[in-house]
């Protein structure tokens, strides 16, 4: 195959700016290991695009709402440029919780129960909702699991609605499934090797995604039925999502073994800490092999 050429786009404003980076700088280090031509871009303006050429494919390394909302892929086809991932709708489907989990509910796939509130900070504690596991407070459009929290009282969550980073947007209210936690990614219309996540505190938040050394990450150890089960909910959710390329489904598994999907991220990390690469590996995937299948046409 004769070379691209590529510009990996990372970076961006959002909080999750470092992971970005971090992201780019590996998928840029694979891609010329390849053999592409390859510029990498730290984007400061989601606007600020209309300097690339046609003849350039894009590889989108932002994560939060400039790589994952639909806003860039819009404006990249308006341009005529090709890029890997999914399209607008597929990030517009995806992006806001909200939305997602209605597409969810409507397509027959399950999904914790959830509410959401514009106004957080005088959100009464939503007792009978939620009253048996307790939930999740999460951002409706926002990754990495910034401003996310496990709530069981009254007065947690008082006192976690003082520390949030931004508590002025909107926010989800969701059920906790008390059991374990997966995650499946999908490459090219097929499932890597579905994980499990064992965070330390347990609670895959962004210490446990991105610095600690102590959060377990293994391949799920489910019967094989459980395993087709995992994988067909993920795809059958990537396809009504109209997800494209690749995608990584998150998945609780309650006590009496029913999944439930929680989001989906149409821009998974890519850096050492990131699970789309380490399911890559345990499926027999380098890392320069799973980039080279994203930008290959099946």
């Not at 048996?132 to 699991?145: D, L, T, V």
């Not at 391949?219 to 039925?225: H, I, N």
């Not at 990537?238 to 309650?254: G, I, L, P, T």
């Amino acid at each position: 195959m004769s070379g691209k050429k590529i510009t990996v786009l990372s970076g961006g404003t959002s909080a999750e700016r470092e992971v970005s980076l971090k992201s780019g700088s590996q998928i840029h280090s694979a891609l010329i290991e390849l053999g592409h031509e390859v510029k990498l871009e730290d984007l400061s303006a989601i606007n600020q695009i209309d300097h690339l050429k046609k003849n350039v494919e894009v590889f989108i390394a932002l994560h939060g709402f400039e790589g994952e909302s639909g806003i860039l892929q819009n404006k990249l086809t308006n341009l005529g440029i090709n890029f890997f991932g999914s399209n607008a709708q597929g990030c517009i489907n995806t992006w806001n919780k909200a939305n997602c989990k209605k597409i969810l509910i409507e397509s027959g796939i399950n999904t914790p129960k959830f509410l959401t509130t514009k106004n957080i900070k005088t959100m009464e504690f939503p007792l009978e909702t939620f009253l048996e596991n307790g939930f999740y407070i999460k951002p409706c459009e926002e990754g990495s699991s910034i401003d996310t929290f496990a709530v069981k009282s009254n007065e947690e969550f008082k006192s976690l609605k003082q520390n949030l980073v931004n508590p002025d947007r909107e926010f989800i209210i969701e059920e906790a499934i008390n059991g374990r936690e997966f995650t499946v990614s999908v490459l090219k219309g097929r499932c890597l090797a579905p994980l499990e996540i064992i965070p330390a505190n347990g609670i895959y938040d962004y210490h446990a995604k991105y610095i600690a050394e102590d959060t377990i990450i293994q391949k799920a150890q489910l019967e094989s039925d459980q395993i087709n089960s995992l994988c067909d909910i993920a795809l059958k959710t990537c396809s009504v999502c109209e997800c494209k390329d690749w995608a990584r489904v998150d998945v609780m598994q309650n006590e009496d073994g029913e999944f439930y999907v929680l989001e989906i991220n149409t821009v998974p990390g890519m850096t050492d800490h990131s699970l789309f690469p380490a399911a890559a590996k345990i499926s027999g995937l380098s890392f320069n092999q799973l980039i080279h299948e994203i930008i290959t046409d099946a």
